[in-house]
């Protein structure tokens, strides 16, 4: 429901950060509450995530950590709480190099991650993950948009991530769909 809020920090706890916006103050669960200064403003992305007993938000500094969030607690045994430990002290890119490369002995040193869960979150996630802008050291939102754009059109994952890794990121947003459509139409 939230993509994310731009809000001045008004209180840093162990757990979580309240975000100040049009008066109103939000609870926000973060992974690393000590990343955020009081009194400063953070454009924070946000995931809403309800259960039957509660409603919370969680917020993040990069959209790609977001991202990595949701890939996460998409697998079986794992939730916010689980995610957030490992999002909190590692970082996307050494997460990715982990799952992709099958060392669940990294996964398990995360408080709440277990032998069972490691070996879970490998089976579940790799090859699935599509963070190669980070790998590439792109930090480019616009190959998201495309990717978003391709899945839109009906393309599936796996075509994509093909087509992705070779288009040229300094390229506007528009140009990089039809050069991306040109490829998969081959």
Do not use: W
């Not at 190669?132 to 796996?158: H, P």
Request: some cysteine; overall charge neutral.
């Amino acid at each position: 429901m939230y993509g994310y809020i731009i809000g001045t920090v008004t209180k840093v706890t162990p757990k979580n950060i309240i975000c100040e916006n049009n008066n109103i103050g939000y609870l926000i669960i973060v992974p690393n509450p000590y990343n955020y200064s009081l009194n400063k403003e953070y454009k924070i992305y946000l995931h809403q995530y309800v259960r039957e007993d509660a409603i919370e938000l969680y917020g993040f500094l990069e959209e790609e950590e977001k991202d990595m969030f949701l890939k996460l607690i998409s697998v079986s045994g794992i939730g916010p709480k689980s995610a957030l430990s490992i999002l909190a002290t590692g970082t996307v890119k050494e997460i990715v190099d982990a799952i992709e490369s099958h060392n669940d002995h990294y996964l398990r040193k995360f408080p709440g991650i277990g032998a069972k869960a490691s070996q879970q979150i490998v089976l579940d996630l790799a090859g699935k993950l599509n963070f190669d802008n980070i790998k590439s050291g792109l930090t480019s939102s616009k190959l998201d948009d495309v990717e978003d754009a391709l899945i839109a059109l009906g393309y599936n994952k796996k075509e994509i991530t093909k087509v992705i890794s070779k288009l040229d990121a300094s390229k506007e947003v528009g140009e990089l769909v039809k050069e991306a459509l040109k490829k998969l139409v081959k």
